[in-house]
């Protein structure tokens, strides 16, 4: 069973609304999350990084949360835009290790 | 700045063939180095990773091999592809030390289809 689940698996809105990704996770202990974009066909591009402390971390539109208690993070996409069409990685690092979710396919469609 | 280098972008290539992908890294010195495997609509899967020079690291038993005949250069290799090999390969680097403690940096992957 994968230690990271993520929902939906793709999502479709249009331009110029919200979203909101999730990001639930069993990984213990617990190191840091890290959410990536990857657009197609490209390696992935890390947006942002939380350590257990933190609970929101924003990077432009992008604004994730971490509750380290239910374990789940959230990734709230803002005003979307076309280029934000992508699969977006929750990535969570148990001391040494690294466990990748499958991602969210988004598309973001005029 | 640090860069990341991956070749071919695209390849097919048959069943039996040999394999050889390459990863460079520029900007950085004694980097730890990733290689996975992300098949369609797959999450990323960690194949091989190392901290060093000749320091391979596998995570799965495959088809696949690993090097690291210089400082920033991994090497993914194959004797004989199977179908079963086709994806995006990425390569990654990582500040040197605990391997997941560090941010990952992707190289823009490979793109590998066995017919």
Redo the contacts between chains.
Sequence with gaps: KNQVEQSPQSLIILEGKNCTLQCNYTVSPFSNLRWYKQDTGRGPVSLTIMTFSENTKSNGRYTATLDADTKQSSLHITASQLSDSASYICVVSENNDMRFGAGTRLTVKP | SQTIHQWPATLVQPVGSPLSLECTVEGTSNPNLYWYRQAA??????LFYSVGIGQISSEVPQNLSASRPQDRQFILSSKKLLLSDSG?Y?C?WSRGG????Y???????T?LTVT
């Design positions: 609509g797959r999450g990323l899967q960690l995006f990425l990654a605990t391997s997941g403690g941010e990952q940096y992707f190289g823009p992957g793109r």
